[in-house]
């Protein structure tokens, strides 16, 4: 298995059946020499930095119902709050003086911020912050919207895919909402410009490992500047609740072979990491991740914004414990950089 490894590492591709064969091998002992080349690619283009990004959950409405998540629009058993303009560049203030320089708006895919609010919004957090990176994740828009949202400022754009596999993504979601075009949204953010993260949920109900292999066979293809995955987590009032959480071993083993497939991409250890355990966003740095994104949302609606049971919301994962996020990336010897953290396309030197 280890050839397969090293071959990955120095093709930066694979054929399915050998991600296949990586997948059902998994064994601890292949994760850790999978972790060990992950970092030694990643040092080689980012050095031992982390970059953060301060994530503002503006909206939890919602139109859409998909199964696995807490903010679906047939959850009652929710408050819902959306963040006035005011309140999300204030966001923005207190994110600049703790170091961030990439904001992330993330929300449902709420009808109340039409294109008319959107842009204004983000003109204004541009002309604030103009050393600022602006990351939108707000779903699936029209090419025409995404395209404002471009002029406007915006860089870059998160929009998981959450599985290649089209039966799959039925299997997830109701029939409003169809894999094709969540991959023409992904084709039109890249068409435009932007920086573009696409990922998928490890574990979620229904899912193979060939579908597995689908999702590392579209990441390899598409090519995306971010990756964002995590483990699926139940959440209580959803479709899904009594389903079992994905494996946190295997979305670290994913994380690693997904550096070595795509040695510049921007990789967040995630909050659902975080979630499963308490050191899981260390153990996603150590597997390959170079990225965190802690919460810059006000304290009060961080527990409406429950994608999943359990998710931390106060504490250590937070915007304000900044000291506590750098003394855990030190004692792991890595160091959060003051820095938008682009896509690099040239190796570090540190
Ligand atoms: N509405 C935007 C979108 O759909 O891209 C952004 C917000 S959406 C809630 C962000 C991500 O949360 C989804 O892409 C999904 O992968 C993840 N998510 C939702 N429910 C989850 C669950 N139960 N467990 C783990 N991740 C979940
Ligand atoms: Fe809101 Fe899936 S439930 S985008």
């Known amino acids: 298995m280890k050839q397969f490894i090293e071959q990955l590492e120095h093709e930066n591709k694979l054929p399915p059946e050998t991600y296949k064969a990586l997948l059902e091998g998994y064994t601890s002992e292949l994760a850790e020499f999978v972790f060990s080349r992950a970092q030694a690619t990643r040092e080689k283009y980012y050095g031992r930095t982390i970059y953060l990004r301060g994530l503002i959950e503006f909206t939890n409405h919602c139109q859409n119902d998909c199964y696995y998540c807490g903010i679906r629009k047939s959850n009652r058993d929710l408050t819902r709050y959306r963040l006035t303009p005011e309140t999300i560049l204030a966001c923005c203030h207190k994110g600049y003086q703790l170091g961030f320089r990439t904001f992330v708006l993330q929300g449902g895919e709420d009808g109340y911020f039409q294109d008319e609010k959107l842009i204004p919004l ?111 987590i139940p959440h209580h009032a959803t479709p899904f609740a009594k389903e079992v959480a994905g494996s946190i071993e295997l979305t670290f083993y994913l994380i690693g072979l997904i550096r070595l497939m795509h040695p510049r991409v921007l990789l967040p250890a995630t909050t659902a990491l975080g979630t499963l355990d308490p050191n899981g966003r260390e153990k996603g740095i150590l597997a390959g991740a170079n990225v965190l994104m802690p919460n810059l949302s006000p304290v009060d609606v961080r527990k409406n914004y429950l994608l999943y049971d359990n998710k931390i919301c106060t504490g250590e994962e937070a915007a304000e414990c900044q000291q506590c996020l750098k003394n855990r990336m030190e004692n792991i010897g890595y160091q959060i950089v003051v820095s938008r953290g682009d896509y690099t396309t040239s190796p570090s030197v540190s």
Do not use: W
């Not at 025409?144 to 400022?153: E, F, H, R, V």
């Not at 799959?168 to 992904?186: E, G, I």
């Open 122 to 232: 983000i003109e204004a957090i541009k002309t604030a912050y103009p050393d600022c990176a602006l990351t939108l994740s707000i779903g699936e828009k029209s090419y025409s919207s995404y395209l404002a949202y471009y002029k406007a400022g915006a860089d870059r754009y998160l929009l998981r895919h959450e599985t290649a596999n089209t039966l799959h993504y039925s299997k997830l979601h109701p029939k409003s909402l169809t894999l094709s075009k969540r991959l023409q949204c992904l084709n039109d953010l890249k068409d435009i410009g932007y920086q573009v993260g696409m990922g998928f949920m490890v574990g979620s109900p229904y899912q193979s490992i060939d579908c597995l292999v689908e999702d590392l066979l579209l990441i390899e293809r598409f090519k995306p500047e971010m990756v964002g995955i995590g483990p699926f």
